[in-house]
């Protein structure tokens, strides 16, 4: 889940918010804005795994602020082996950015970019769970232009697995176009396979 209140409401600048809420510009709205978190985790998560399918529905919740895009987006992206279900929203009174990952004996949960925790079922609906407190990346990774700076000054290689690379964001990208087709035109979006 990724969202907040839309752009507008917190008070981005006015060059962004034109660009954002602009279909030729930005291609869609929450969708491209916040689908491409989850999208680019999956991939991540998958090892570059390429989905069999993509499904999505859209929403204008505020079209006085959005007229052009939308602002409400759920996003099923079905591979062989796993499900994800991607929720981005311009209309969610906190902001948020958080993940569920579940697997065959338990789950984890970030909750926000510091807190992770993990549950072990114990039963039905018992488990055990820890919970850790990360600490802040440490320079360059803390931050976006100091990660790019030291990208393009070869003081990081980016391999091919990782979430700034361009494998993984050509598939992220992939996968939101499938989405913004299959919001257009109300059907589940198959990928071609190679």
């Not at 660009?19 to 804005?33: H, K, R, S």
């Not at 052009?68 to 929720?87: C, F, K, P, S």
């Not at 050509?170 to 257009?184: F, K, P, T, Y």
């Amino acid at each position: 889940r990724d969202g907040h209140k839309g752009p507008l409401k917190i008070g981005i600048n006015k060059e962004f918010l034109n660009w954002l809420t602009d279909p030729a510009q930005n291609g869609a709205g929450a969708l491209m804005d916040f689908g491409c978190y989850g999208a680019n985790l999956a991939t991540w998560l998958l090892r570059g795994a390429k989905p069999v399918s993509v499904t999505a529905v859209t929403h204008q919740l505020q079209p006085q602020n959005n007229p052009l895009v939308d602002d409400e987006a759920t996003i099923i992206i079905n591979y062989d082996t796993a499900q994800v279900i991607i929720q981005a929203s311009w209309n969610w009174p906190i902001g948020r950015k958080d993940m569920e990952v579940y697997g065959l004996t338990g789950a984890l949960y970030a909750d926000n970019a510091n807190t992770l925790r993990r549950r072990v079922a114990t039963g039905y609906d018992s488990f055990t769970e820890e919970k850790k407190e990360l600490p802040p990346l440490p320079s360059p990774l803390h931050s976006p232009f100091e990660y790019l700076s030291a990208v393009l000054r070869q003081r990081i290689v980016v391999a091919n697995t990782d979430l700034s690379s361009l494998s993984n964001n050509m598939l992220v990208m992939e996968i939101l176009d499938a989405a913004m087709q299959s919001a257009r035109i109300g059907k589940t979006i198959y990928l071609r396979q190679q």
